[in-house]
T-cell receptor, first 112, second 115 residues
């Protein structure tokens, strides 16, 4: 099946630092989504992107839908302790429009 | 809205026993998905339903796994017999019908431990 390559797999940063992670695919996606999973909980939708080149913010989070439609990135500015968790990219492709494909996740750890 | 409700939150069982996981999707959502999450394999889609009908069960690992959706407000995932390698967190998710893709809403998961 289709796969999304998400990087980095893990990040260890200091509180207050900015964070950047990205996701790439070998095929074109028509929707990109970013989720966050807190420990012991299910993933929660953070940002949804629907157009190539679209840049969307949600508080300190900013995500972009790549021009090629094969990638997306998520930035977190001025990280705080509650940003800890696993971040997943996900997308719908034209080929399998009903199935959401997930990346492997980026585990974010923050040192206070 | 209460969100997607899964039960139990934790399940510990002995190898060979039958395990049943339960899910109540969000009212009005017509698609339901079962995922399994492990450190090694991440999030794996096991099966999904549209309007209570199983559409794709290609992710179900073996015949020991079965899923049902008898009505729009309830689904079960059953493992019989369970094995230690089935230990994982199992998530149920639901989504709205058609239209713009807004992703899935996940439940809090069931952490299954088979000893």
């Amino acid at each position: 099946g289709q796969q999304l390559n998400q990087s980095p797999q893990s990040m260890f940063i200091q509180e207050g630092e900015d964070v950047s992670m990205n996701c790439t695919s070998s095929s074109i996606f028509n929707t990109w989504l970013w989720y966050k999973q807190d420990p012991g909980e299910g993933p929660v939708l953070l940002i949804a992107l629907y157009k190539a080149g679209e840049l969307t913010s949600n508080g300190r989070l900013t995500a972009q839908f790549g021009i090629t439609r094969k990638d997306s990135f998520l930035n977190i500015s001025a990280s705080i302790p509650s940003d800890v968790g696993i971040y997943f990219c996900a997308g719908y492709s034209f080929r399998e429009a009903q199935k959401l494909v997930f990346g492997q996740g980026t585990r974010l750890t923050i040192n206070p | 809205d209460a969100g997607v409700i899964q039960s139990p939150r934790h399940e510990v069982t002995e190898m060979g026993q039958e395990v049943t996981l339960r899910c109540k999707p969000i009212s009005g959502h017509n698609s339901l998905f079962w995922y399994r999450q492990t450190m090694m394999r991440g999030l794996e889609l096991l099966i999904y339903f549209n309007n209570n009908v199983p559409i794709d069960d290609s992710g179900m690992p073996e015949d020991r796994f079965s899923a049902k959706m008898p009505n729009a407000s309830f689904s079960t995932l059953k493992i019989q017999p369970s094995e230690p390698r089935d230990s994982a967190v199992y998530f149920c998710a639901s989504s709205l019908p058609g239209g713009k893709y807004r992703g899935y809403t996940f439940g809090s998961g069931t952490r299954l431990t088979v000893v």
